[in-house]
C-alpha cells in the first residue's frame, strides 16, 4: 500500500481545518475589539499648525493654542484653550471678546511679573509679554484620557540678552489631560508648574482690592447663570469670595432650555490655602485668583505648583455630585 498517498490527503485536510480555526479565531478577536471600541472610544490628539485637537473618539473637545495669535496685531496670545466645547457641542469659550479682547479661553495669567524691581510685562493684559511653547508632546491617549505635555519660556522685551533678544525668566511646565465623557460629565485636568529663571521674581495679580491672577476661564454667559458653591447658591461681587474649593456655573449654554454646567475645581494643596473666587454674572471671565494682589515670589529650586480641573456635565449641580469630585481630586498627590 503506498502510505503517501493517503498522508497527503490527510495532511491537506488538516491544513484546511487548523487555517479555518485560525481565521474563526481572528475574527472572534476582532469582534471582541470591535465591541470594547463601541464600548470606550479612543481618547486622542491631532497636531495642527497652530495647536492640538483634543478628541474623544470622533468628536472635538477642546483646542491647545500653542502658536501666538492677535488681532490686528494687538493682545498676542498662545498657550491657552480655545474652544472648549461641552458635552453636546456647544462652544462654551470665547477668545478676543469685545468688552474685554485680552481674555482668552481657559487660560492662566498674572498681571504682575517683577524681576527685583523691573517689570517684565503683564501677562494678563498680554503687553510685553510672550509664551514661548518651547515643547509640546503626547504624554497618553488610549480609552481613559489624552494628555499634553508642554514646556513653556516666558519671555519680555522689556528683559533680553546682549543681542537685544527676549531672553527666558520662567520656565512654565503645564500637563492638560482631558478624560472621556463618562455619566453625563468630562473631566479636564491642569497640572501646572512655574519656575525661575532668574533671581527675585515675583508673580502677582491686579494691583487693587480684586486681585484678578492665575487660573481663569472666558465661558459664554447664559441669559441666566447660576453660580453654585460648597455651600450653596453664591451671588458674584466686586472682590474676592471665599466659598470654598470649587464653583460650578450653570445655565443653558445651548439653543435649547437644557441646563448644565461648567465648574472649576482647585486643588487643596496646590496651591495651599483659602481659595478666593473673582467672579462675574456677565461679560467677564471667571476666576480662581492665586496669589491676588500683593505679588509673591517665584523661586529657581522650588517651583510653584497649581492644579485645577474643570467639570462639563449636563444637569444641575446636584446631580453632577461636586463633593465627591472635589474629594477624589483631592486624593491626587
Keep these: 500500500m503506498d502510505l503517501s498517498r493517503i498522508i497527503r490527503p490527510v495532511t491537506w485536510i488538516l491544513a484546511i481545518l487548523l487555517l479555518m480555526a485560525a481565521t474563526t479565531e481572528v475574527r472572534a478577536d476582532r469582534k471582541r475589539l470591535l465591541r470594547r471600541s463601541s464600548r470606550r472610544p479612543h481618547m486622542s490628539l491631532v497636531a495642527s499648525q497652530d495647536g492640538y485637537w483634543f478628541y474623544d473618539g470622533n468628536t472635538r473637545v477642546m483646542f491647545y493654542q ?18 472648549l466645547y461641552d458635552l453636546d457641542g456647544n462652544e462654551v469659550t470665547e477668545d478676543f471678546p469685545a468688552d474685554h479682547p485680552h481674555h482668552r479661553g ?8 517683577f524681576a527685583g524691581q523691573q517689570r517684565l510685562g503683564d501677562a494678563w493684559v498680554a503687553s510685553d509679554f510672550i509664551a514661548d511653547v518651547v515643547q509640546a508632546k503626547i504624554i497618553q491617549a488610549d480609552g481613559e484620557a489624552a494628555a499634553l505635555h508642554v514646556e513653556v519660556h516666558w519671555k519680555s522685551p522689556l528683559w533680553t540678552d ?34 525661575a529663571l532668574v533671581p527675585d521674581l515675583h508673580l502677582g495679580g491686579s494691583e487693587n482690592a480684586k486681585g484678578y491672577s492665575g487660573f481663569s476661564a472666558r465661558i459664554k454667559h447664559p441669559e441666566e447663570t447660576v453660580f453654585n458653591a460648597e455651600q450653596g447658591p453664591v451671588q458674584p461681587q466686586t472682590t474676592g469670595l471665599a466659598v470654598g474649593p470649587w464653583v460650578d456655573m450653570v445655565g443653558a449654554y445651548g439653543k435649547g432650555d437644557a441646563i448644565s454646567g461648567i465648574g472649576i475645581l482647585c486643588h487643596p494643596k496646590y496651591p495651599p490655602g483659602k481659595q478666593l473666587w473673582i467672579l462675574r454674572s456677565k461679560s467677564s ?34 446631580g453632577a455630585n461636586f463633593s465627591r469630585l472635589h474629594t477624589e481630586f483631592s486624593a491626587q498627590p
Design 66 to 83: 500653542r502658536t501666538e495669535k492677535s488681532q490686528d496685531g494687538k493682545w498676542p496670545r498662545s498657550n491657552y484653550i480655545h474652544p
Design 106 to 113: 481657559i487660560y492662566w495669567a498674572w498681571h504682575q511679573i
Design 162 to 195: 546682549k543681542d537685544k533678544q527676549p531672553r527666558p525668566f520662567l520656565k512654565e511646565t503645564t500637563i492638560i489631560r482631558t478624560h472621556r465623557a463618562v455619566d453625563n460629565r468630562r473631566l479636564i485636568d491642569f497640572d501646572i508648574q512655574l519656575q
Design 285 to 318: 471671565m471667571q476666576n480662581a485668583a492665586y496669589p491676588g494682589q500683593h505679588a509673591q515670589p517665584v523661586l529657581m529650586n522650588k517651583p510653584w505648583h497649581l492644579k485645577y480641573r474643570l467639570v462639563l456635565h449636563r444637569g444641575d449641580t446636584a
